[in-house]
């Protein structure tokens, strides 16, 4: 696939991913288009050598592969979540001429550029139907519905040299002056806008906010893109579109797993049994399972810290990866990344016999190192893992930025361990 082809793509996706939940099911659909089939974990199983499978859990995380004779797979792993505002379950408050929601910080968000931005909600609900039965299904509100007002600099005549954010009290969106808000009913007309009028009772939600403006093309030459969630969505489609590349007698594996913003630990995170089911359904036999395992590499892709030009002096001058420039080998001598000589060397080959760039990364010895889901996989499986990330500036806030170029180079080296 061309640069720009992929880069389309990519833009489209993350436009129409605005929780994991619809990533997920964005992923599904176009894992299907490339003749994959889903299973599920509740039914048995009866691959056919020969075909591709996927199969999710919690409507929000999932795994795709194929399934030939050879049992030495590369496997691709990245995140569906990305640090958000949920609401909360009781979360209207009407007050002082306005209706505003209350809501949590998911995950670790930069919280000041969530202000003066227009916001939709998106997410999963549950309802009650009229046969008593309970049903689940997403929405994606999609209308500029709120905001979060930022307080006039004459009302606080410090707040360009200490503005501090209070979770609770500062950054609640506001909806609207009619106080006759009903949020039950809110979504009950969004069930409607998506055919379903069938609804008894709503019951649970998980509903985020999200930065209604598009992703987008950003700089001279298009140098960059800019967009939300890109942490970790960009490495999810770089995925994807990897192993809808190859053909069915090609060993690959794409894990998309959510909740590694808080930790991973949960049904759905990498900490979890997802990955390790599907593979011990994949290979039931022990000893078939363990020379997978070990005959087996993982590429875990997430972001990686580009270095920020005005704030040059928070990289280590060494490794201060560029935006453009090729993807980031993560390495951490306390193990926050999975890197090690034998992957890294391999990926570097790799690289170098297709002409890819690639740097390394290793954060700042006095400043402390965050993690990925590579570290959590190894050591749940005991395989051997690298984590690479593309830079990226503004991590964690509402709309991160990288370069045109880095995604496509890295769908490249992961098609160059293929063959």
């Given amino acids: 696939m061309e640069k720009n082809d992929f880069n389309e793509g990519l833009l489209g996706f993350l436009d129409a991913s605005p929780t994991p939940y619809h990533a997920t099911k964005n992923i599904g659909m176009m894992l299907e288009n490339a003749g994959f089939e889903r299973v599920f974990e509740e039914q048995a199983w009866s691959l056919q050598e020969g075909k591709k499978y996927y199969v999710t859990r919690n409507d929000s995380s999932l795994i795709a592969f194929t399934y030939p004779k050879r049992k030495d797979y590369l496997l691709v792993g990245a995140h569906t979540d990305s640090p958000n505002l949920k609401l909360k379950p009781n979360s209207v408050m009407k007050e ?14 930069l919280l000041n550029p969530w202000f003066d931005r227009d916001l939709s909600l998106a997410g999963c609900v549950s309802y009650l139907d009229s046969n008593n039965m309970i049903k689940e299904t997403l929405i994606d509100v999609k209308k500029k519905i709120a905001t979060i007002p930022s307080l006039a600099i004459h009302l606080d005549e410090n707040a360009n040299n200490e503005r501090t954010i209070n979770k609770q009290t500062d950054i609640s969106p506001i909806l609207t002056t009619s ?82 913003e808080v930790g991973s630990d949960s049904v759905s995170g990498a900490a979890g049994s997802f990955l390790e089911n599907t593979l011990k359904r994949i290979f039931p036999n022990y000893e078939d399972f363990v020379h997978m395992v070990r005959s087996s590499t993982l590429i875990s892709a997430d972001n990686a810290h580009a270095v920020h030009p005005n704030y040059h002096s928070k990289h280590d001058k060494e490794h201060a990866p560029l935006m453009n420039k090729g993807a980031v080998i993560k390495i951490n001598a306390n193990q926050r990344y999975a890197s090690s000589t034998k992957t890294i060397s391999r990926f570097m080959n790799v690289a170098s016999s297709i002409n ?17 889901i590579g570290p959590i996989t190894a050591t749940r499986l005991g395989i051997d893992t690298i984590d690479v990330g593309l830079p990226t500036l503004a991590m964690h806030s509402i709309r991160e930025l990288a370069g045109s170029d880095d995604a496509h180079s890295l769908y490249k080296i992961i098609l160059g361990y293929t063959v």
């Fill in 96 to 109: 002082h001429g306005v209706v505003k929601f209350g809501v949590e910080p998911y995950g670790g968000l």
């Fill in 179 to 260: 106080e006759d808000f009903d949020l039950e009913e809110f979504i009950k007309q969004e069930l409607v806008k998506n055919g379903i009028s069938d609804v008894k009772e709503i019951y649970a939600n998980e509903l985020s906010f999200y930065d209604a403006q598009e992703a987008s093309y950003v700089g001279l030459n298009d140098d960059f893109i800019a967009s939300a969630r890109l942490d970790n969505l960009l490495s999810c489609y770089v995925g994807l579109v990897s192993i809808c590349s190859v053909e069915a007698n090609t060993p690959m594996i794409f894990v998309a797993n959510d909740h590694e």
């Fill in 356 to 372: 890819e760039p690639y740097q390394q990364f290793v954060t700042r010895s006095d400043m402390g190192c965050g993690s990925t």
